[in-house]
């Protein structure tokens, strides 16, 4: 089994690279962003990806976005330092098969590509059983209303990217990424981008 690592912290795949290295018939692949994740996913065809949610330029969730994009049967599981229930829903409402917190149990990451790669899905038990109550919270957060790109748009914006530099790293056009700001002004009921940006930030994006 080939597994693909995406992290930019060189003691994570260490880390990882020690939590398998008694099993023979597994192979880790390695990235440091979503752009070479992306191309060693097309090149290698892993049979799994583990993709942290916080890469150096778009996000993990953006990165499995384009992998389901190329694949939909893609099996993806998002590894990230934060336990919060909410982001383990996010990654499973957009098609990820398992969610895994760095700061977890090591077995955590061992029994999620078991389970994944067996075909089914994983959730560490903490986290799985706040999930339900995640959800009832997210859905009255302003941001549910979005969708996974808007929210890779708008995590950029907080991040202090400008419309061009955001154009060129999600693979759109300028006035593609302008519209799509336009039309989350409008969900969320602000005005300017400034008022996008001090919402993002006040609500913890990402």
């Known amino acids: 089994m080939r597994i693909l690592i995406v992290d930019d912290h060189p003691i994570v795949a260490?880390?990882?690279?020690t939590v398998f290295a008694d099993d023979p018939e597994i192979a880790l692949l390695e990235a440091a962003d979503a752009e070479s994740g992306e191309r060693a996913f097309?090149?290698?065809?892993?049979?799994?990806?583990?993709i942290d949610i916080n890469l150096p330029t778009v996000?993990?969730?953006e990165l499995a976005r384009r992998i389901l994009a190329r694949d939909a049967d893609a099996r993806i599981i998002m590894f990230s330092m934060n336990s919060d229930p909410v982001f383990a829903a996010r990654a499973i409402d957009i098609g990820a098969k398992g969610y895994v917190s760095k700061t977890g149990d090591p077995n955590d990451l061992?029994?999620?590509v078991r389970e994944v790669g067996n075909g089914g899905v994983y959730l560490p038990p903490a986290i799985a059983r706040n999930v339900a109550f995640a959800r009832p919270a997210f859905a009255q957060n302003p941001l549910s209303k979005l969708t996974s790109r808007e929210m890779e748009i708008l995590r950029l914006l907080s991040s202090g990217k400008s419309l061009s530099e955001i154009a060129w790293l999600v693979h759109s056009s300028y006035k593609t990424v302008a519209n799509t700001s336009s039309i989350?002004?409008?969900?969320l009921g602000v005005r300017t981008s400034a008022e996008l940006v001090r919402l993002?930030?006040?609500s913890g994006v990402a």
């Open 184 to 187: 989350m002004r409008q969900k």
């Open 200 to 202: 993002a930030i006040e």
């Open 59 to 61: 996000s993990g969730f």
């Open 42 to 50: 097309v090149a290698d065809k892993p049979d799994i990806c583990v």
């Open 110 to 112: 061992v029994e999620a």
């Open 14 to 17: 260490s880390g990882c690279r």
